[in-house]
Nanobody, 115 residues
C-alpha cells in the first residue's frame, strides 16, 4: 500500500504546476483525498480535499480559485493543478487518503515559487 506524490519543482510567480498522487496496492474509490502543505517553520495545513464517493471538492481560502483537484479513476491517481502560483505557496506538499480508520500519507514533494 503506497501513495506516491510527484510533480513538484521550481516555478516562477504566476506559473503553474500539476502535482500527482498515485495509489498502489489499493483503490482510491470511496476515500477522501486531501492535499496538505508544510512551509518552512510552519505547521502542516490543509489545501484541498476531494471525496471520491461524490467528487465534492473543498479548498482553503488561500488557494481557492487558483488550485483545482481532480482524479483519474483509471490511473488511480489524484491531481492538484496549481495555477497563478505565489511565493507563499512554497512548501512541501503531501497527499493523504482516508477512509474510516484507514489513513495513508504519501511522501512530500517540494514546490518552490521564486523568481
Amino acid at each position: 500500500v503506497q501513495l506516491q506524490a510527484s510533480g513538484g519543482g521550481l516555478v516562477q510567480p504566476g506559473g503553474s504546476l500539476r502535482l500527482s498522487c498515485a495509489a498502489s496496492g489499493f483503490t482510491l474509490d470511496y476515500y477522501a483525498i486531501g492535499w496538505f502543505r508544510q512551509a518552512p517553520g510552519k505547521e502542516r495545513e490543509g489545501v484541498s480535499c476531494l471525496s471520491t464517493l461524490n467528487d465534492i471538492t473543498h479548498y482553503s481560502d488561500s488557494v481557492k480559485g487558483r488550485f483545482t483537484v481532480s482524479r483519474d479513476a483509471a490511473k488511480n491517481t489524484v491531481y492538484l493543478q496549481m495555477d497563478n502560483l505565489r511565493p507563499e505557496d512554497t512548501a512541501v506538499y503531501y497527499c493523504n487518503a482516508r477512509q474510516g480508520y484507514l489513513n495513508y500519507w504519501g511522501q512530500g514533494t517540494l514546490v518552490t515559487v521564486s523568481s
